[in-house]
């Protein structure tokens, strides 16, 4: 093993050695941290970040992005609680909730696909008009949900918790359509040359359109998941999380630049580590002010890693196509 090989690997597996560092470190800080109690709880907490990162991890493996989760998120809530709030089903308010991801994944799609408009100025878009629709619909107040949607975020299934089942069935759902199908694969296929791609034959465009919708009804399903999580509307819901979303899939593995990247274990344990660091601080008990500025560290440890990791990709591929020239 060559030494760039070898820093390419050790690349891949800094979220691991991250992860082991911060356990530890909150462990050795808190005995409450390595209760079977709190660690159960970091992965019912971690369910509604790891389902909006996962259809993030779509967008970006074809090197797009979207920023308008978190506001897609607070939508769908938004939708789905005024129907509950107002007696009808929560089944009704559950299939709404999801529709509006889907539009909304759908009309960021349309705007990348159809009218060529940037991937960012889109969707940046999109979180001012989702934001401020939900706003709008809400009054900007906050709901507070009737026991039968809490009780769906506290219930178990075989002993595994709800959330955390939801979250499991879409990852390991997601896995499979990426590794196992020809569309999975063509969304690789984009991210990695997306002209060449479409000189092979794929149907770009379709491709294109298909990830915005699945980030779309991600960022609704995750938004539900929290619903059920916290038991109200704020007008705060869901700020922010695109950012927790693109540092989950990064942290994990998957690359800014496309083409690189997988669900699981990656993005799943991308979420959870990131969910890690919130929990331990809460049970530090540390200065909240804190919290941004080491998100943001988080972030931006993210995204040098993706950054490092693909240039030095890059400079072994050159190297290997003179050998062979």
């Not at 896995?175 to 770009?204: C, M, N, P």
Request: aromatic fraction near 10%; include cysteine.
């Amino acid at each position: 093993m060559t030494f760039k090989s070898a820093s390419i690997w050790l690349l891949n597996q800094a979220p691991l050695f991250l992860f082991l560092l911060v356990f530890a470190l909150f462990g050795c800080m808190s005995d409450r941290f390595l209760e079977i109690k709190n660690l159960s709880n970091i992965l019912i907490q971690s369910s509604s970040l790891a389902v909006a990162a996962i259809g993030m991890t779509f967008v970006l493996l074809t090197a797009g992005v979207d920023l308008s989760v978190g506001s897609i998120m607070f939508l769908a809530v938004a939708v789905s609680g005024k129907l509950i709030f107002n007696g009808y089903p929560l089944s009704i308010g559950i299939v709404a909730g999801l529709l509006v991801g889907v539009v909304g994944g759908a009309i960021n799609g349309l705007f990348v696909v159809r009218w060529k408009v940037t991937a960012f100025i889109a969707t940046l878009a999109m979180l001012f008009i989702a934001r401020g629709f939900g706003l709008w619909l809400t009054n900007t107040r906050a709901m507070n949900m009737p026991d039968s949607v809490t009780h769906l975020g506290s219930s178990s299934l075989m002993g595994i918790p709800v959330p955390v089942l939801i979250m499991l069935s879409v990852a390991v759902l997601s896995h499979l359509f990426l590794v196992k199908t020809g569309w999975g694969r063509q969304i690789y296929a984009i991210g990695f040359d997306r002209e060449s791609a479409r000189k092979a034959g794929v149907r770009v465009s379709a491709i294109l359109l298909l990830v915005y919708v699945i980030c779309g009804f991600c960022a609704a399903l995750g938004g539900l998941i929290a619903l059920t999580q916290t038991g109200a509307v704020s007008p705060k819901f869901g700020g922010q999380r695109e950012f927790a979303a693109i540092a989950s899939a990064v942290l994990g593995g998957t690359s800014l630049f496309g083409g690189r990247g997988s669900v699981l274990p990656g993005t799943v344990f991308g979420a959870v580590l990131f969910q890690t660091v919130e929990n331990g601080l809460v049970i530090l008990n540390a200065d909240p002010y804190l919290y941004p500025m080491i998100v943001s560290a988080i972030i931006f440890l993210a995204v040098l890693l993706d950054t490092i990791r693909n240039q030095l990709v890059g400079r072994l591929t050159r190297r290997a196509i003179r050998r062979k020239g």
